[in-house]
């Protein structure tokens, strides 16, 4: 019995310092894992807080919220971001959450909202106070019940000072703004209420009183203030970023056309661009979620483009590595924007395959196809943010494209007409492939 021919093994390529980088990509995932069980542990004590809120339970709900913050606090280092310097993403609504029965609870003591605590950002804050004057809005439907207009009065006028107070904000789309934008509505029901009250004859002073010395909202004041500022430096940096992406896309456009001096020279714009941002005190220094976003999508568009050029200029040199490494790019780019860089290069050396083939030069072909399969075995081993996996479906169908050129190349080799034929066939595209490349281009 014949036996087929073993396959034809594809050279083995290391890409440099992947190791150490494959050790931080974990270390990320379990510091996502331990924020994952903080949740879920806190959360559930975070619901239990409110419902026992909800049933009129103030001492059990005080007692719930005090574990619940435990559990919050619990999950140490790995509870926060350590690139952006704010709480986990999985532990933000928690924190929110706690703090909207503080915030309750707080009120129905004292009559104020209260101060913001220990270790809550300002949004966290926020979304505590208008999570607490929801609260007090439900509140307010008991009191009307046992006919206490006097407590929905109090009520009425600790909210109609929040959303004063908030009003002077600008607060940009999100949850936020959606949140804030409904504290309206809690102001008019606690209104009808008292318009109900006052049918039955509990009449009540419809003046607001508003204390100026309350903390709550002096520390509103001082919250606009970096609002303002942080909103300030996020448009200067989606501004500036701009000028970072396309001096990074017109770069790998001059490289494809062979203008390596013009490639350089609009690479260091770029990179000069991008250290401006990264070294301002005023922006990203100051304000470290703002890297993420507009910077860090020009951020991965210039790690593209130097990775193009490096692979370029390594074609001369068969020792230097098919992928350059993240610390030779020239800025500190995050391990993120590395690998999303890394990924799209495929993308631009598929390009460079298509022009070898068409002039039949089988060895630039070859090393595209090397470089394609190296990164595409790197990756396969790294356990990858969401962001990043999605590349992998146009990765693998850069590896299919260049295997394809490879066999026509082969075919010309041997009989031309045979691979005109192959070529008309590899046109023929099926409909989850052609999608495939549309999402690619």
């Known amino acids: ?3 087929p021919a073993p396959p034809t093994p594809t050279p083995r390529h290391r890409l440099p310092d992947w190791d150490a980088l494959g050790v931080r990509q974990e270390e990320e995932r379990r510091r996502h894992k331990a924020a994952g069980d903080a949740a879920n542990a806190s959360g559930r004590l975070a619901k239990k807080a409110a419902l026992e809120l909800q049933l009129g339970r103030t001492n059990d709900a005080k007692a719930c919220t005090e574990q619940a913050r435990k559990a919050l606090d619990g999950a140490g280092e790995d509870g926060f971001n350590q690139e952006t310097k704010q709480r986990a993403y999985a532990l933000k609504p928690i924190a929110e959450q706690i703090q909207t029965v503080e915030s309750t609870l707080h009120f129905l003591e004292t009559g104020r909202f209260p101060p913001p605590s220990e270790g809550l950002d300002d949004s966290e804050y926020i979304q505590g106070l208008l999570g607490g004057a929801e609260n007090l809005a439900k509140y307010a439907v008991g009191r009307a019940t046992a006919g206490d207009a006097s407590s929905i009065a109090v009520c009425r006028d600790g909210v109609k000072a929040l959303q004063g107070a908030l009003l002077a904000f600008d607060f940009r789309n999100g949850p936020l703004r959606r949140r804030f934008d409904g504290l309206k509505y809690q102001v008019k029901r606690l209104e009808d209420l008292l318009y109900e009250q006052s049918l039955i004859g509990k009449t009540i002073d419809s003046v607001t009183q508003v204390d100026e010395d309350d903390p709550c909202l002096k520390a509103l004041a001082e919250i606009k203030i970096r609002f303002d500022e942080a909103d300030q430096a996020r448009e200067n940096v989606i501004k500036k970023s701009r000028d970072v992406q396309k001096a990074s896309k017109q770069a790998i456009f001059a490289c494809h056309r062979g203008d390596a001096a013009k490639a350089a020279k609009l690479l260091e714009t770029a990179k000069t661009a991008a250290e401006a941002i990264l070294n301002d005190e005023t922006l990203v220094k100051k304000w470290p979620a703002l890297r993420f976003g507009s910077l860090a999508a020009a951020l991965e568009e210039y790690a593209e483009a130097a990775l193009f050029m490096k692979w370029l200029e390594a074609k001369k040199d068969p020792s230097a590595p098919l992928v350059a490494s993240q610390h030779a790019l020239g800025l500190p780019l995050s391990d993120e924007e590395y690998l999303g860089g890394v990924c799209d290069l495929t993308g631009e050396v598929g390009r460079v395959a298509v022009a070898a083939a068409t002039a039949r030069d089988l060895g630039t072909v070859r090393r595209v ?7 595409m075995e790197a990756v396969s081993g790294l356990n ?14 850069c590896v299919r494209k260049v295997e394809h050129l490879l066999y026509e190349l082969a075919l010309a080799a041997a009989n031309p007409l045979a691979a005109k034929r192959a070529a008309s066939s590899a046109g023929e595209e099926e409909p989850a492939a052609k999608k495939a490349r549309d999402d690619e281009e």
């Open 1 to 3: 019995m014949p036996k």
């Open 369 to 375: 196809f090397e470089t394609d399969v190296a990164v």
């Open 384 to 397: 990858l943010p969401p962001k990043l996996a999605k590349k992998i479906g146009p990765l693998e169908m």
